[in-house]
């Protein structure tokens, strides 16, 4: 038989009866300890044979005096490691120190407040950090920094810190220093650590020739660990989930005061569950919320190969079936943040990361294309574990049936072809939308029973027309012209015109609540509140829809010989082109002039929603140099714009991808 492992072979005739008898030590190449080495140094606990061997073989378990030898052979003799009889684990003897009571250990809350989200090209404007030990802060430490360059507005605004407070502060390079002497020998604590730790550790290189090698804890991955069913993990959102003050937010000394008081906080509850020391909190911490160690089956130089450019990833298993399909502005830091905790080690994310042994990347010229089509991607080729965009987005619609002499309000599904129906929305949410019409249905006294009526005077009304939710045409209470007048109030609302019902509401609440008719003013505010947000998703559609006319223009650069052009007519996504022709632009504007008023005379079609969606997502998270905008409010193109915008400009940055030819990247396996 033949023994493979990552960095290790064993010769044909050994077998597993002469590694249990001590009588052969395996030869490794320096890989095989140098990723032990590795994990060791991430689990600070220590790991046993079985886990270590599991790192190195594929189908490991089946003899465990085979493992416990090989583990022996390659770390028993290295002065890096120690074995601890009693547990059975392995651990280095640097992590020693950290084997210390919880309340007996050193932690400095960092928070940093700086001018974007990237350490290479930003910079640090301040820092604030305090020292936590048994649970109370004993020290702070607060500095502004001057940075090299000018402070962003959203930051200014955000932080309070602009470049008139920063004109006398010292240089990064004169304040570190200081902060590196608070720190000392303490676990590095902050919230979103590896923003913190970017930053730090980049500077650090940069004035000491050397990063930061203190340990690192993160209170938001705690979190994920300690609150797991708590929405919103946030700063703010867990400080007002516990009752904290607030006061100094988005500034250095505040964030991290916050931060220090969750940290305690945390301590606690995880002393309850039976972590009282610091090497197995920061070993607890580091596997994820799955409590299982991460396995990696992708390089470290495989990432590093993929383009930094728009695109879409498609993560595959070993035998090459697909998993995951994801889009990025930059493939190479969108995927690398799977491998180093970027985006959170949860379960999920441990399961996936664990079966993933390749990655396929497909560039895309904006992302824009990207998303449309990862989109596609994922509604045809179906990943097991995309949770969203799997099909369409479920859309519904309001229904009213004008050629029924009592229409009502209904909720649908599908968009029908009768004539006399109209058709709001689409909408996404079947519940809060049924409510919404339920409360207008009953403010206006619309009936809600299904079928065609045959009004009889005779006939009794049901418990909605006994209870006056409902004007009963059932048996003729109210005359058709009247109960007509009410679904034209209705139409109005569901057009935009929600003016005087909300105030006709409002005003009904005001009186109950004035009359200590407590219960009806309530029920009329829950109303109020229905229709509120209704009326504002309807606003937002209609919006979308009156005002989305215009053309997306990616101009041609050094790596697309043709511009790219997106048409978007009423919100909707009606055409794509490349601009490879002489008459395309004419093209595009006989288009335009063609299918103006058709799309704005139609209401989205649920296959739709997903790319208009997308395109209304991307004209609002766009960057400056994130193509150009042509506005158009008629059936008026002219070609002439479409040129302007698709020439290149010399003053803009140069967007092309670092590799252009790189459409594929495979990863190796071990």
Known sequence: MKIEADGLEAADSVNSADYAAGAITPAPRPGARAKLLAWLAAHPAGAGARELVGLLFKGAGRDPELGARLIHGLLGGHPECAFDPATGLWMLRACASLRIPLDAARFVVVDLETTGGRAAPDSIIEIGACELIGGRITRSFATLVRPAMRIPRFIARLTSIDDGMVADAPPIRAALPAFRDFLGDGVMVAHNAPFDHSFLDLEFRRLFGAGIRNPVLCTLKLSRRLLPSLKSRRLDALAGHFGLATGGRHRGWGDARMTAELLAIFLEMAAKVGIARLDRLLDWERRGAAGRRMERHVSPETIAALPRAPGVYLMRNDRGDLLYVGKAARLRDRVAAYFNGGLGRDARTAELIAHVHAIETRLARSPLDAALLEARLIRELKPPYNRMLKSAAPAYFVKL???????????????????????????????????????????????????RLDPNPDFPPCMYGQTGHCVAPCNETVSADDYHKRVRRAVAFLRGRSGPIMSALAAARDQAAHALRFEEANRRHRDLEALAAFSERAARLSRVVTENNLAIVFPSDETHAAARVHIVLAGRLAMTRELDASD????????????????????????????????????????????????????????????????PRADEPNQSPEQPNALRSQASQP
Do not use: H, Q
């Not at 909720?411 to 809060?432: C, D, E, H, I, T």
């Not at 008023?597 to 994130?626: F, H, K, N, Q």
């Not at 905008?629 to 698709?646: H, K, M, Q, V, Y």
């Open 401 to 451: 049936d004008l050629s029924d002499s009592f229409p009502r309000i209904a909720v649908a599904r599908k968009l029908g072809a009768r004539a006399g129906v109209m058709y709001f929305g689409p909408f996404a949410g079947r519940r809060n939308l049924d409510n919404s019409a339920r409360a207008l249905s009953r403010l206006l006294g619309l009936r809600t029973c299904a079928g």
């Open 584 to 647: 395309a632009p004419e093209r595009l504007a006989a288009f335009v002039a063609a299918n103006y008023d058709l799309y704005r005379s139609r209401t989205p079609a649920r296959g739709e929603l997903e790319a208009m969606t997308i395109v209304a997502r991307w004209l609002r998270e766009r960057d400056a140099a994130g193509g150009r905008i042509i506005n158009f409010s008629g059936p008026r193109l002219e070609p002439a714009t479409i040129r302007d915008a698709a020439a």
